[in-house]
């Protein structure tokens, strides 16, 4: 989403043979797809298989995964620092030198409400260091898709940025950036990253953790008897992990819990709240549902209240601002925050340091947070670093 130095790639790939039971990268790629530098990731369930699984998994989060049954006592003070606010970026060391300005850079993005809140928070943030930025709707279909990226290579800009398009639908046209040498950063995509020339961000390792974290923090609330109905869309390859994640882990976290993972079309985005009434009526024990971003389950809270149903519990991963307001007003309970701004200046911090040729590993992390109050739900700051724009402009070398 970039190339990793070979001990985070190592570590994420044993990560993924441990927690999904399959090899890195997914089933072996064609010859099209070695040339190009792999497919995109895949996935099958399996819990963290290992020791050695274990340790690497640590090793890329800091989080360590639990290999057996869990308590409720074992688990309050884990779930409870999962709530805490993060004071400190992942990313410690400055970048090299100063970002040069007059860089053209094309930033694609998907059409979904939250997706743009990050096209105009990467906007920001890449202006911020003199760059030139175009913004490209990659539309909603895999022909769009395509489209869209061989409307960034007719820019040939100085880099391109994307997210959440598994590499099967633009292998072509990242096989053709690669060759013009210009860098492509994809972050939330599941793409396996290609030495000097396509690099990954925000990707597996965060949202196996978040898959964790959500897991324990479902298991605690529940008293340890959590029955839970996850939705996801399998078409954006990092929700498809996070919520494969959870699958795999709940069930051997917690021996009376239950997650059914319920597959749904990106048309469902806004419009789910039928199919969830009526898994409802059909699960009348289920207690959470869970989506895996937030603008699924827009129109969900507002649904079960009209049916009765408040006694469910709403959680999202990755909420919008409307999320957040749902949470505030009580029509939602739980958010795992990706703050759409940290999250965009994470990845200008990245492309700076893909640039500069500087070490990138801490580029693809970020701390994380579930918040369940929002005293201000427009508030930017919501799962973030307070300070992270100062701390990133000093990273920057911008004040000095």
Same mark, same amino acid.
């Given at each position: 989403? =970039?190339p990793a130095p070979?001990s985070?790639?190592?570590?994420?790939?044993?990560?993924t043979?441990?927690l =999904?039971?399959?090899?890195? /990268?997914?089933d072996e790629? +064609?010859?099209?797809?070695?040339?190009?530098?792999g +497919?995109?990731a895949t996935?099958?369930?399996g819990p963290?298989? !290992?020791?050695?699984?274990a340790?690497?998994?640590?090793a890329?989060?800091? #989080?360590?995964?639990l290999?057996r049954?869990?308590?409720a006592?074992e688990?309050?003070?884990r779930?409870? $620092? &999962?709530?805490?606010?993060?004071t400190?970026?992942?990313a $410690?060391?400055p970048v090299?030198?100063?970002?040069e300005?007059g860089?053209e850079?094309?930033?694609?993005y998907?059409?979904v409400p939250?997706a743009?809140e990050?096209?105009?928070a990467?906007?920001q943030a890449?202006?911020? #260091?003199?760059?030139?930025v175009?913004?490209?709707?990659?539309?909603?279909?895999p022909?769009?898709?395509a489209?869209?990226?061989?409307?960034?290579?007719g820019?040939k800009?100085?880099m391109?940025?994307?997210s959440?398009?598994?590499?099967? &639908?633009?292998?072509? %046209?990242?096989t053709?950036?690669q060759?013009?040498?210009?860098?492509?950063?994809?972050?939330s995509?599941?793409?396996?990253?290609?030495?000097?020339?396509l690099?990954?961000?925000?990707?597996?390792p965060l949202?196996m953790?978040?898959?964790?974290?959500?897991?324990e923090?479902l298991?605690?609330?529940?008293d340890?008897?959590?029955?839970?109905?996850?939705f996801?869309?399998k078409?954006?390859a990092?929700?498809?992990?996070f919520?494969?994640?959870?699958?795999a882990?709940m069930?051997?976290?917690c021996a009376?819990c239950s =997650?059914?993972l319920?597959?749904v079309?990106a $048309?469902d985005v806004g419009?789910l709240a039928?199919?969830v009434t009526?898994?409802?009526q059909q699960?009348?024990?289920?207690?959470?549902?869970?989506? /895996?971003?937030?603008?699924?389950c %827009?129109g969900?809270?507002t649904?079960?209240?009209?049916?009765g149903r408040?006694?469910?519990?709403?959680?999202?991963?990755?909420?919008? !601002?409307?999320?957040y307001?749902n949470?505030?007003?009580?029509?939602?309970? $739980?958010?795992g925050?990706?703050p759409?701004?940290?999250?965009?200046w994470?990845?200008?911090?990245?492309?700076q340091r893909? =640039?500069?040729?500087?070490d990138t590993t801490t580029?693809?992390?970020?701390?994380?947070?579930?918040v369940?109050?929002?005293p201000?739900?427009?508030?930017?700051?919501i799962?973030?670093?307070p300070? &992270?724009?100062?701390q990133?402009r000093?990273?920057?070398k911008?004040d000095?």
């Open positions: 989403m =970039f070979r985070l790639a190592t570590a994420a790939c044993a990560l043979i441990g =999904f039971a399959a090899g890195c /990268g997914g790629p +064609s010859d099209e797809a070695s040339a190009s530098g +497919s995109a996935a099958s369930t963290i298989a !290992s020791p050695e699984a340790k690497a998994f640590k890329v989060t800091g #989080l360590d995964a290999e049954p869990a308590t006592e688990l309050a003070p779930v409870a $620092a &999962y709530q805490e606010v993060p400190k970026l992942l $410690a060391e090299s030198k100063k970002a300005p860089k850079i094309a930033i694609l998907t059409g939250i743009i990050y096209y105009e990467q906007k890449a202006e911020l #260091l003199g760059w030139k175009t913004g490209i709707d990659v539309g909603t279909n022909e769009e898709f489209q869209a990226y061989d409307r960034a290579i820019l800009p100085d391109v940025i994307g959440g398009i598994p590499r099967e &639908y633009l292998d072509k %046209q990242l053709e950036l060759r013009l040498k210009i860098p492509v950063i994809q972050w995509s599941g793409v396996q990253p290609v030495d000097g020339s690099y990954v961000a925000v990707d597996d949202y953790a978040a898959g964790i974290q959500t897991s923090f298991a605690a609330d529940g340890m008897k959590a029955d839970v109905v996850g996801s869309v078409q954006y990092m929700i498809d992990v919520t494969k994640s959870i699958d882990y069930e051997k976290m009376e =997650f059914d319920q597959q079309a $048309a419009k039928p199919k009526a898994y409802l699960h009348p024990d289920t207690k959470y549902v869970l989506c /895996g971003f937030g603008d699924l %827009q969900v809270g649904a079960l209240k009209a049916a408040s006694d469910v519990k709403i959680m999202t991963r990755d909420p919008a !601002s409307t999320n307001q949470i505030a007003n009580g029509q939602e309970w $739980a958010g925050a990706l759409i701004g940290q999250t965009s994470q990845v200008i911090d990245l492309a893909v =640039f500069n040729g500087d580029s693809r992390l970020m701390p994380q947070q579930i369940t109050d929002v201000d739900p427009k508030s930017a700051l799962g973030a670093v300070d &992270y724009q100062a990133y000093k990273l920057w911008l000095d």
